[in-house]
Antibody
């Protein structure tokens, strides 16, 4: 069974750093893109960026370039989404998902709620 | 980037109504098109993948069609539990893009 298990909810202050995780199992981690998706309160779904753990090829959607860092640790089949300095506008639910190269049902994590408030 | 244009952004319908939501891609995406349903406070739920394949456990009143650039999600007879927001999403590129969502409300 393919599983993507995300780290728990976070409450942070503006300016703080944060790294959230997406631990995968049940498939070959290095052979599939991992996608990070943001959903701000009451808003739609936005793809932030992707990483191919096999060679660490990382790409960002234009709106997120320079705002976050996506990384992966092959040794523990885990992908990460990181902020150096959080803003209140980073308050959102964040999902990771596994991209399939053929049309098919993607697997998603359960989501991590990040709240940034002073 | 592949842009996804979904319409309408919202609609009001009654129980038993037939509902149609459309999604257009800015370039051909073959059948790499998925439909999700989302209720407040919940993760998106996959309804249809590969444009027309019903995800296991999803009621048969949901159906999808289309290929290339134009796609449709149809709910044949709207049920109370179907009031939610629906999103299309392309997976032709691993840099996914989503439609802006269609909120289905009770008339």
């Amino acid at each position: 069974e393919v599983l993507l298990v995300q780290s728990g909810a976070e409450v942070k202050k503006p300016g703080e750093s944060l790294r959230i995780s997406c631990k995968t199992s049940g498939y070959s981690f290095t052979n599939y893109w991992i996608v990070w998706v943001r959903q701000m309160p009451g808003k739609g779904l936005e793809c932030m960026g992707i990483i191919y753990p096999g060679d660490s090829d990382t790409r960002y959607s234009p709106a997120f370039q320079g705002q976050v860092t996506i990384s992966a640790d092959k040794s523990i089949s885990t992908a990460y989404l990181q902020w150096r300095s959080l803003k209140a506008s980073d308050t959102a639910m964040y999902f990771c998902a596994r991209h399939l190269s053929e049309p098919g049902p993607a697997d998603w994590g359960q989501g991590t709620l990040v709240t940034v408030s002073s | 980037d592949i842009q996804m244009t979904q319409s309408p952004s919202s609609l009001s319908a009654s129980i038993g109504d037939r509902v149609t939501i459309t999604c257009r891609a800015s370039q051909s995406i073959s059948n790499y098109l998925n439909w999700y349903q989302q209720k407040p406070g919940k993760a998106p739920k996959l309804l249809i993948y590969a444009a027309f394949t019903l995800q296991s456990g999803v009621p048969s009143r949901f159906s999808g069609s289309g290929s290339g650039t134009d796609f449709t999600l149809t709910i044949s007879s709207l049920q109370p539990e179907d009031f939610a927001t629906y999103y299309c999403q392309q997976s032709y590129s691993p840099l996914w893009t989503f439609g802006q969502g269609t909120k289905v409300e009770i008339k």
